[in-house]
């Protein structure tokens, strides 16, 4: 399965060893467009936790000093890699997307743009973390990934926002 979900749906894809390279591949290409540091741009979500069954887009999380305050010039620069900001608002973060072809309806990747070190950017890696070197509770979020992706094939938020309580488990461990 190539990258990419059409918006709104839930797509579950088995793990491919290919998902790796396709992520070095942004991030070499975020680092050439700004002045971001290798270290501050992270593999994280589904498809970063080898043996996970996952929705075939790369989840990017890219910590800065201060996420509120970039510059135009880092979002211009972005751009010029195919990444856009979405009119996602979120209190801790901002979105970002990339899209197969210019309909911008089948994304590739969202990247989560949060200041470095803080509460967000910590919990995403701790849970990341987490399903890496714990295959219970991988294998826990796998089933419960799949019995949501057949609940909700189309309504995407509907399927993350029923993984939430599962999330937020791991991060009060």
């Known amino acids: ?15 491919q060893d290919a998902w790796v390279n396709d992520f070095e591949q942004v991030k070499q ?37 201060d996420y509120k305050s ?5 979002y211009d620069a972005l751009i010029t890699i195919g990444i856009f900001r979405l009119r996602v608002e979120r209190a801790d973060e ?3 997307a990339k899209f197969e072809g210019d309909s911008f309806q089948k994304h590739t990747c ?3 743009l949060v200041s470095k ?13 987490y399903l890496r070197s ?14 949501l992706s057949i609940q909700y094939p189309d ?9 939430e309580a599962f999330v937020n488990s791991i991060l009060n461990k």
Do not use: C
């Not at 399965?1 to 088995?14: C, I, K, N």
């Not at 589904?46 to 910590?63: M, V």
């Open 29 to 65: 290409d975020i680092i050439k467009a700004t002045d971001i540091e290798s270290n501050d741009i992270q593999h994280i979500g589904s498809i970063s936790i080898p043996g996970l069954a996952a929705k075939p887009i790369i989840d990017i999380l890219i910590g800065v000093e």
């Open 94 to 96: 901002i979105v970002l």
């Open 134 to 147: 714990n295959p219970d509770a991988r294998y826990e979020y796998q089933h419960l990934k799949e019995y």
């Open 117 to 129: 070190e803080q509460q967000k950017w910590t919990d995403l890696l701790k849970f990341r973390d």
């Open 1 to 15: 399965m190539t990258l990419g979900v059409y918006r709104g749906q839930v797509v579950l894809s088995d793990y």
């Open 155 to 163: 309504n995407r938020a509907k399927y993350t926002q029923e993984k």
């Open 110 to 112: 969202f990247i989560h």
């Open 70 to 74: 970039m510059p135009k010039s880092f």
